[in-house]
Each structure stands twice: as structure tokens, then as C-alpha cells.
Nanobody, 126 residues
């Protein structure tokens, strides 16, 4: 059974940093792309960042480019999202998800992701 557990969320002031983690189990995730999405109150879930199965390529939403960094440790079946220079508009529930298998393309659409975690709340105060 595939399970994704996010952690690291919390309350931070604008300009601060947080590091989210997503621990995966139930599959060899080193063969799959991984992604982070977020959903703010009253808004649709949106893409944040994704990383190729090998870690060699990444993709970011324009709104977080230059501030967020996605990485993975395949030995630990864990993917990370380092978030710097946080803004109040980054406030949302953040979800990690499992993407395509052995793909050279770094997927960014929700429909390309099969399994999802329960989410972790990130709140940025002004």
C-alpha cells in the first residue's frame, strides 16, 4: 500500500523559511517523479514543484521560482521542499504526490500524479 506522509509545515513570518518533507512507503519511489502541490482556502489545488525520478531535472511554478527548491533522497524514499523568502500568499495546505514512472518529462499536471499525501499546513503571517 502506497503511503505518503508530509511534515514540516507550520506558522512562519513573511521572509522566513520552512522545509517540508514527504516520506514515502509501499513502493520503490526512486523510479518515480515526485511533486509538490498546494491548495489555499477557496482556491484550486495548484502545482508548486516537481523532480524527475533521478533528481536530475526539476520544474517550478513561476510564483515560487527562485525561492523554493525541491530535492530528493532516494535512499530514504523522501522528497523535500525548501521554502525561503516566504510570502503570505504562500499560505496553503501543501501536498506531495507520486508522478510518472521513469519519465524524462517533469510532470506538472495533477492528473499525472497517482498517489497523494494528507497534506501539511503552511501559514505565513505578514
Amino acid at each position: 500500500q502506497v503511503q505518503l506522509v508530509e511534515s514540516g509545515g507550520g506558522l512562519v513570518q513573511a521572509g522566513g523559511s520552512l522545509r517540508l518533507s514527504c516520506a514515502a512507503s509501499g513502493r520503490t519511489f526512486s523510479s518515480y517523479a515526485m511533486g509538490w502541490f498546494r491548495q489555499a482556502p477557496g482556491k484550486e489545488r495548484e502545482f508548486v514543484a516537481a523532480i524527475k525520478w533521478s533528481g536530475a531535472s526539476t520544474r517550478y511554478a513561476d510564483s515560487v521560482k527562485g525561492r523554493f527548491t525541491i530535492s530528493r533522497d532516494n535512499a530514504k524514499n523522501t522528497v523535500y521542499l525548501q521554502m525561503n523568502s516566504l510570502k503570505p500568499e504562500d499560505t496553503a495546505v501543501y501536498y506531495c504526490a507520486v508522478g510518472p514512472y521513469y519519465s524524462d518529462y517533469v510532470a506538472h499536471l495533477m492528473r499525472q500524479y497517482d498517489y497523494w499525501g494528507q497534506g501539511t499546513q503552511v501559514t505565513v503571517s505578514s
